[in-house]
């Protein structure tokens, strides 16, 4: 008997009939004799027309000022999909119930919107399962120190998911989404991409990380600290789909390199467009000014992606970084209010018209020059690239935006993405 945690997102909660064969399939599951846990999103755009209700109501400032009421509503998008799944395995015989996060406890921290897991009190939820109920726990949510709904920010069903499965130290997590696994990039985009078999947990890492919107990311740094066995699955194959074959199907992201995975130079090609840079312009190129731009940005909750310092000329320097867009207008601001004028810099600008494109792949650590293969292929392209950022096993770099199908297109190509390994 195994403990299995699945997680359904809100296209496989979309309607009536996808929860009601969720249901099925979990009830498959269970029959077979595996106690499982269930964490559910809201259906798919209720959470968009939850917020925009609250846009409609206070349209500026959102966040900064009704960070507590946006949690409160945004979390009940998940509790209606918990309820009308858990009445839904009932209806197929099955004892189930649902919590919402702070009745399990999930505890996080008091960053509204954005909130971080703290702690998981699982005995609650060992009790039902001991009991032969199958237990649905919200995604996304928790309860912090003073008693208030929290939410883990967008995509945060899948951070619920792989925390509780790291909590009760289950055997499996399976994330069931609209896709059928993991890419070596969208096939929205590359109609030749080809879905990989297994990856490694450091690749999936950086995809994620990197642009990749199968798993978000912070659920891939969970399963890699606690060692969270992790499968990316379809929810629209049949329900009915034998057992066994469903449980080896998808991707599964491994913990351990094999000696298979070295052939693969470069394993996947991630791209964001959600990216915006920000430039300081003429500033002191002295001790201290990197922490004193970055660390106002910090303070404000804003995460900072690709960095660089330019040649100082003249005793002053430029020093540009990229932000999520969401983050831009208020990056600009605190800049040009705060930071401008301690710092004595001429001015700061931005581009919002930019992208980011990453080639990835545990290979590049024992392969020489495949940056520069990708940088070639770029200037084939008459791409121009603005920022650069590596790490040991990925290399990103900035672009403008109108030219980031071109790139992805081009380096697939170069690397053979298309082609299955020998």
């Not at 066994?244 to 991707?251: D, F, L, M, N, P």
């Not at 401008?340 to 930019?354: E, H, M, S, W």
Request: proline share 3%; aromatic share 6%.
């Amino acid at each position: 008997m195994a403990l299995i945690v699945h997680k359904y997102g809100g296209t496989s909660m979309g309607s009536t009939e996808r929860i009601r064969n969720v249901a099925k399939r979990v009830a498959k599951w269970a029959r077979a004799g595996h106690l499982m846990v269930v964490v559910p999103s809201a259906m798919s755009g209720e959470t968009n027309r939850l917020l925009a209700l609250a846009k409609d109501l206070a349209p500026s400032t959102l966040t900064e000022s009704y960070g507590r009421e946006l949690d409160m509503l945004a979390a009940t998008g998940e509790q209606a999909s918990s309820a009308l799944l858990a009445i839904a395995l009932q209806a197929e015989g099955l004892e189930s119930v649902s919590y919402a996060g702070w009745q399990v406890p999930i505890r996080t921290d008091s960053s509204y919107t954005k909130a971080r897991i703290e702690s998981i009190d699982d005995a609650r939820v060992r009790g039902d399962l001991q009991s032969g109920k199958v237990v649905i726990v919200t995604g996304f949510q928790g309860i912090d120190d003073q008693g208030n709904i929290t939410t883990l920010g967008r995509g945060g069903s899948d951070t619920s998911a792989v925390a509780v499965a790291a909590a009760m130290k289950a055997d499996e997590c399976l994330i069931y989404t609209d896709v059928d696994g993991v890419y070596t990039t969208d096939p929205r985009v590359v109609p030749e991409a080809r879905r990989l078999q297994t990856v490694s947990f450091e690749e999936m890492l950086e995809m994620a990380s990197m642009g990749s919107k199968v798993l978000q990311i912070r659920s891939v740094e969970f399963a890699g600290k606690y060692k969270v066995p992790l499968r990316v699955l379809s929810s629209f194959t049949p329900w009915d789909i034998d057992i066994v074959e469903e449980a080896k199907s998808g991707t599964l992201i491994t913990f351990e390199e094999d000696e298979n995975m070295e052939q693969a130079i470069v394993s996947g090609i991630a791209f964001n467009r959600d990216e915006a840079k920000v430039s300081v312009l003429g500033v002191p190129d002295k001790p201290g000014i990197a922490y004193q731009i970055l660390g106002a940005v910090a303070d404000a909750n804003i995460e900072v992606d690709v960095i660089i310092q330019n040649l100082s000329k003249d005793g002053r320097t430029d020093f540009s970084f990229t932000v999520n867009r969401n983050d831009y207008a208020k990056t600009f601001a605190l800049l040009n209010e705060k930071v401008l004028p301690a710092l004595g810099a001429q001015q700061v600008v931005g581009d919002t018209k930019i992208c980011k494109v990453s080639i990835v792949g545990i290979g590049m650590r024992s392969h020489v020059g495949v940056a520069s293969r990708m940088f070639r292929v770029l200037s084939e392209e008459g791409i121009n690239i603005q920022m650069i950022s590596t790490s040991e096993i990925k290399t990103s770099v900035v672009i403008d935006e109108k030219y980031m199908e071109l790139a992805v297109r081009a380096l697939h190509k170069e690397f053979d993405l298309d082609q299955t390994p020998a």
